[in-house]
């Protein structure tokens, strides 16, 4: 394989941008979305992107986090997210892909996918398969296997895994969340969620980009 160690490198870059981006959009407060969390998501944006954009978005994120009350971001969170009555910008695939239709086939056809690698939800994520967080999480392990697979020297299984995670991105990924940030951009009542889904757009430009290289 040519220029392997650039492949790799990409690869290493893309799976650090895709973890910022799941911290991001997990709970105010949890064990991935916290001032630890986030400092090791900069600390390894500035290893692989050096003075980049997205590099400097994010560390702008994290001043904006910690002049933010954490209470009013878990409000704001709920209010976008999860209910309990009117959910502003529902975090799932299909809603946007259907039509605001929730546990649609596209739902189904993704969770496919994942068990077509292997992979089964953990019992301790309480939510549909097209949730956001758990495409991204997906995309990771994908990641994660294609670079197992080049240091291996295992072509033809780094190009399954390729061939999966581009039509995963060109069939579904790509289709639905630049919506999703969009509606935060435009329904959010707070900075750091607005400052948040553009960061998000930006890493999805970068993800796409690096996928047709």
């Given at each position: 394989?040519?220029?392997?160690?650039?492949?790799?490198?990409?690869?290493?870059?893309?799976?650090?941008?895709?973890?910022?981006?799941?911290?991001?959009?997990?709970?105010?407060?949890?064990?991935?979305?916290?001032?630890?969390?986030?400092?090791?998501?900069?600390?390894?944006?500035?290893?692989?992107?050096v003075r980049s954009e997205l590099t400097e978005s994010f560390?702008?994120?994290?001043?904006?986090?910690?002049?933010?009350?954490?209470?009013?971001?878990?409000?704001?969170?709920?209010?976008?997210?999860?209910?309990?009555?009117?959910?502003?910008?529902?975090?799932?695939?299909?809603?946007?892909?259907?039509?605001?239709?929730?546990?649609?086939?596209?739902?189904?056809?993704?969770?496919?996918?994942?068990?077509?690698?292997?992979?089964?939800?953990?019992?301790?994520?309480?939510?549909?398969?097209?949730?956001?967080?758990?495409?991204?999480?997906?995309?990771?392990?994908?990641?994660?296997?294609?670079?197992?697979?080049?240091?291996?020297?295992?072509?033809?299984?780094?190009?399954?895994?390729?061939?999966?995670?581009?039509?995963?991105?060109?069939?579904?990924?790509?289709?639905?969340?630049?919506?999703?940030?969009?509606?935060?951009?435009?329904?959010?009542?707070?900075?750091?969620?607005?400052?948040?889904?553009?960061?998000?757009?930006?890493?999805?430009?970068?993800?796409?980009?690096?996928?047709?290289?």
């Open positions: 394989m040519k220029n392997k160690e650039k492949i790799i490198d990409i690869l290493k870059t893309s799976r650090v941008v895709l973890q910022s981006l799941t911290d991001l959009y997990s709970f105010p407060g949890s064990e991935f979305f916290n001032e630890t969390a986030f400092g090791e998501d900069l600390l390894n944006l500035q290893t692989y992107l560390s702008e994120l994290i001043e904006i986090f910690n002049t933010e009350d954490l209470e009013k971001l878990k409000i704001e969170y709920a209010r976008l997210f999860i209910g309990p009555f009117h959910v502003v910008a529902p975090p799932y695939g299909s809603y946007y892909l259907e039509n605001g239709r929730l546990m649609g086939e596209s739902t189904i056809e993704v969770n496919n996918l994942y068990n077509q690698v292997g992979l089964v939800l953990n019992e301790s994520f309480k939510d549909l398969p097209d949730h956001i967080i758990a495409e991204l999480e997906f995309l990771i392990y994908l990641i994660h296997n294609q670079i197992d697979f080049i240091e291996k020297e295992e072509y033809d299984n780094y190009k399954t895994i390729n061939d999966l995670k581009n039509y995963f991105i060109e069939s579904f990924f790509q289709n639905w969340v630049k919506k999703f940030n969009n509606v935060i951009i435009d329904k959010s009542e707070n900075i750091f969620f607005k400052k948040m889904a553009n960061y998000s757009n930006n890493c999805i430009d970068y993800i796409l980009n690096e996928t047709k290289n």
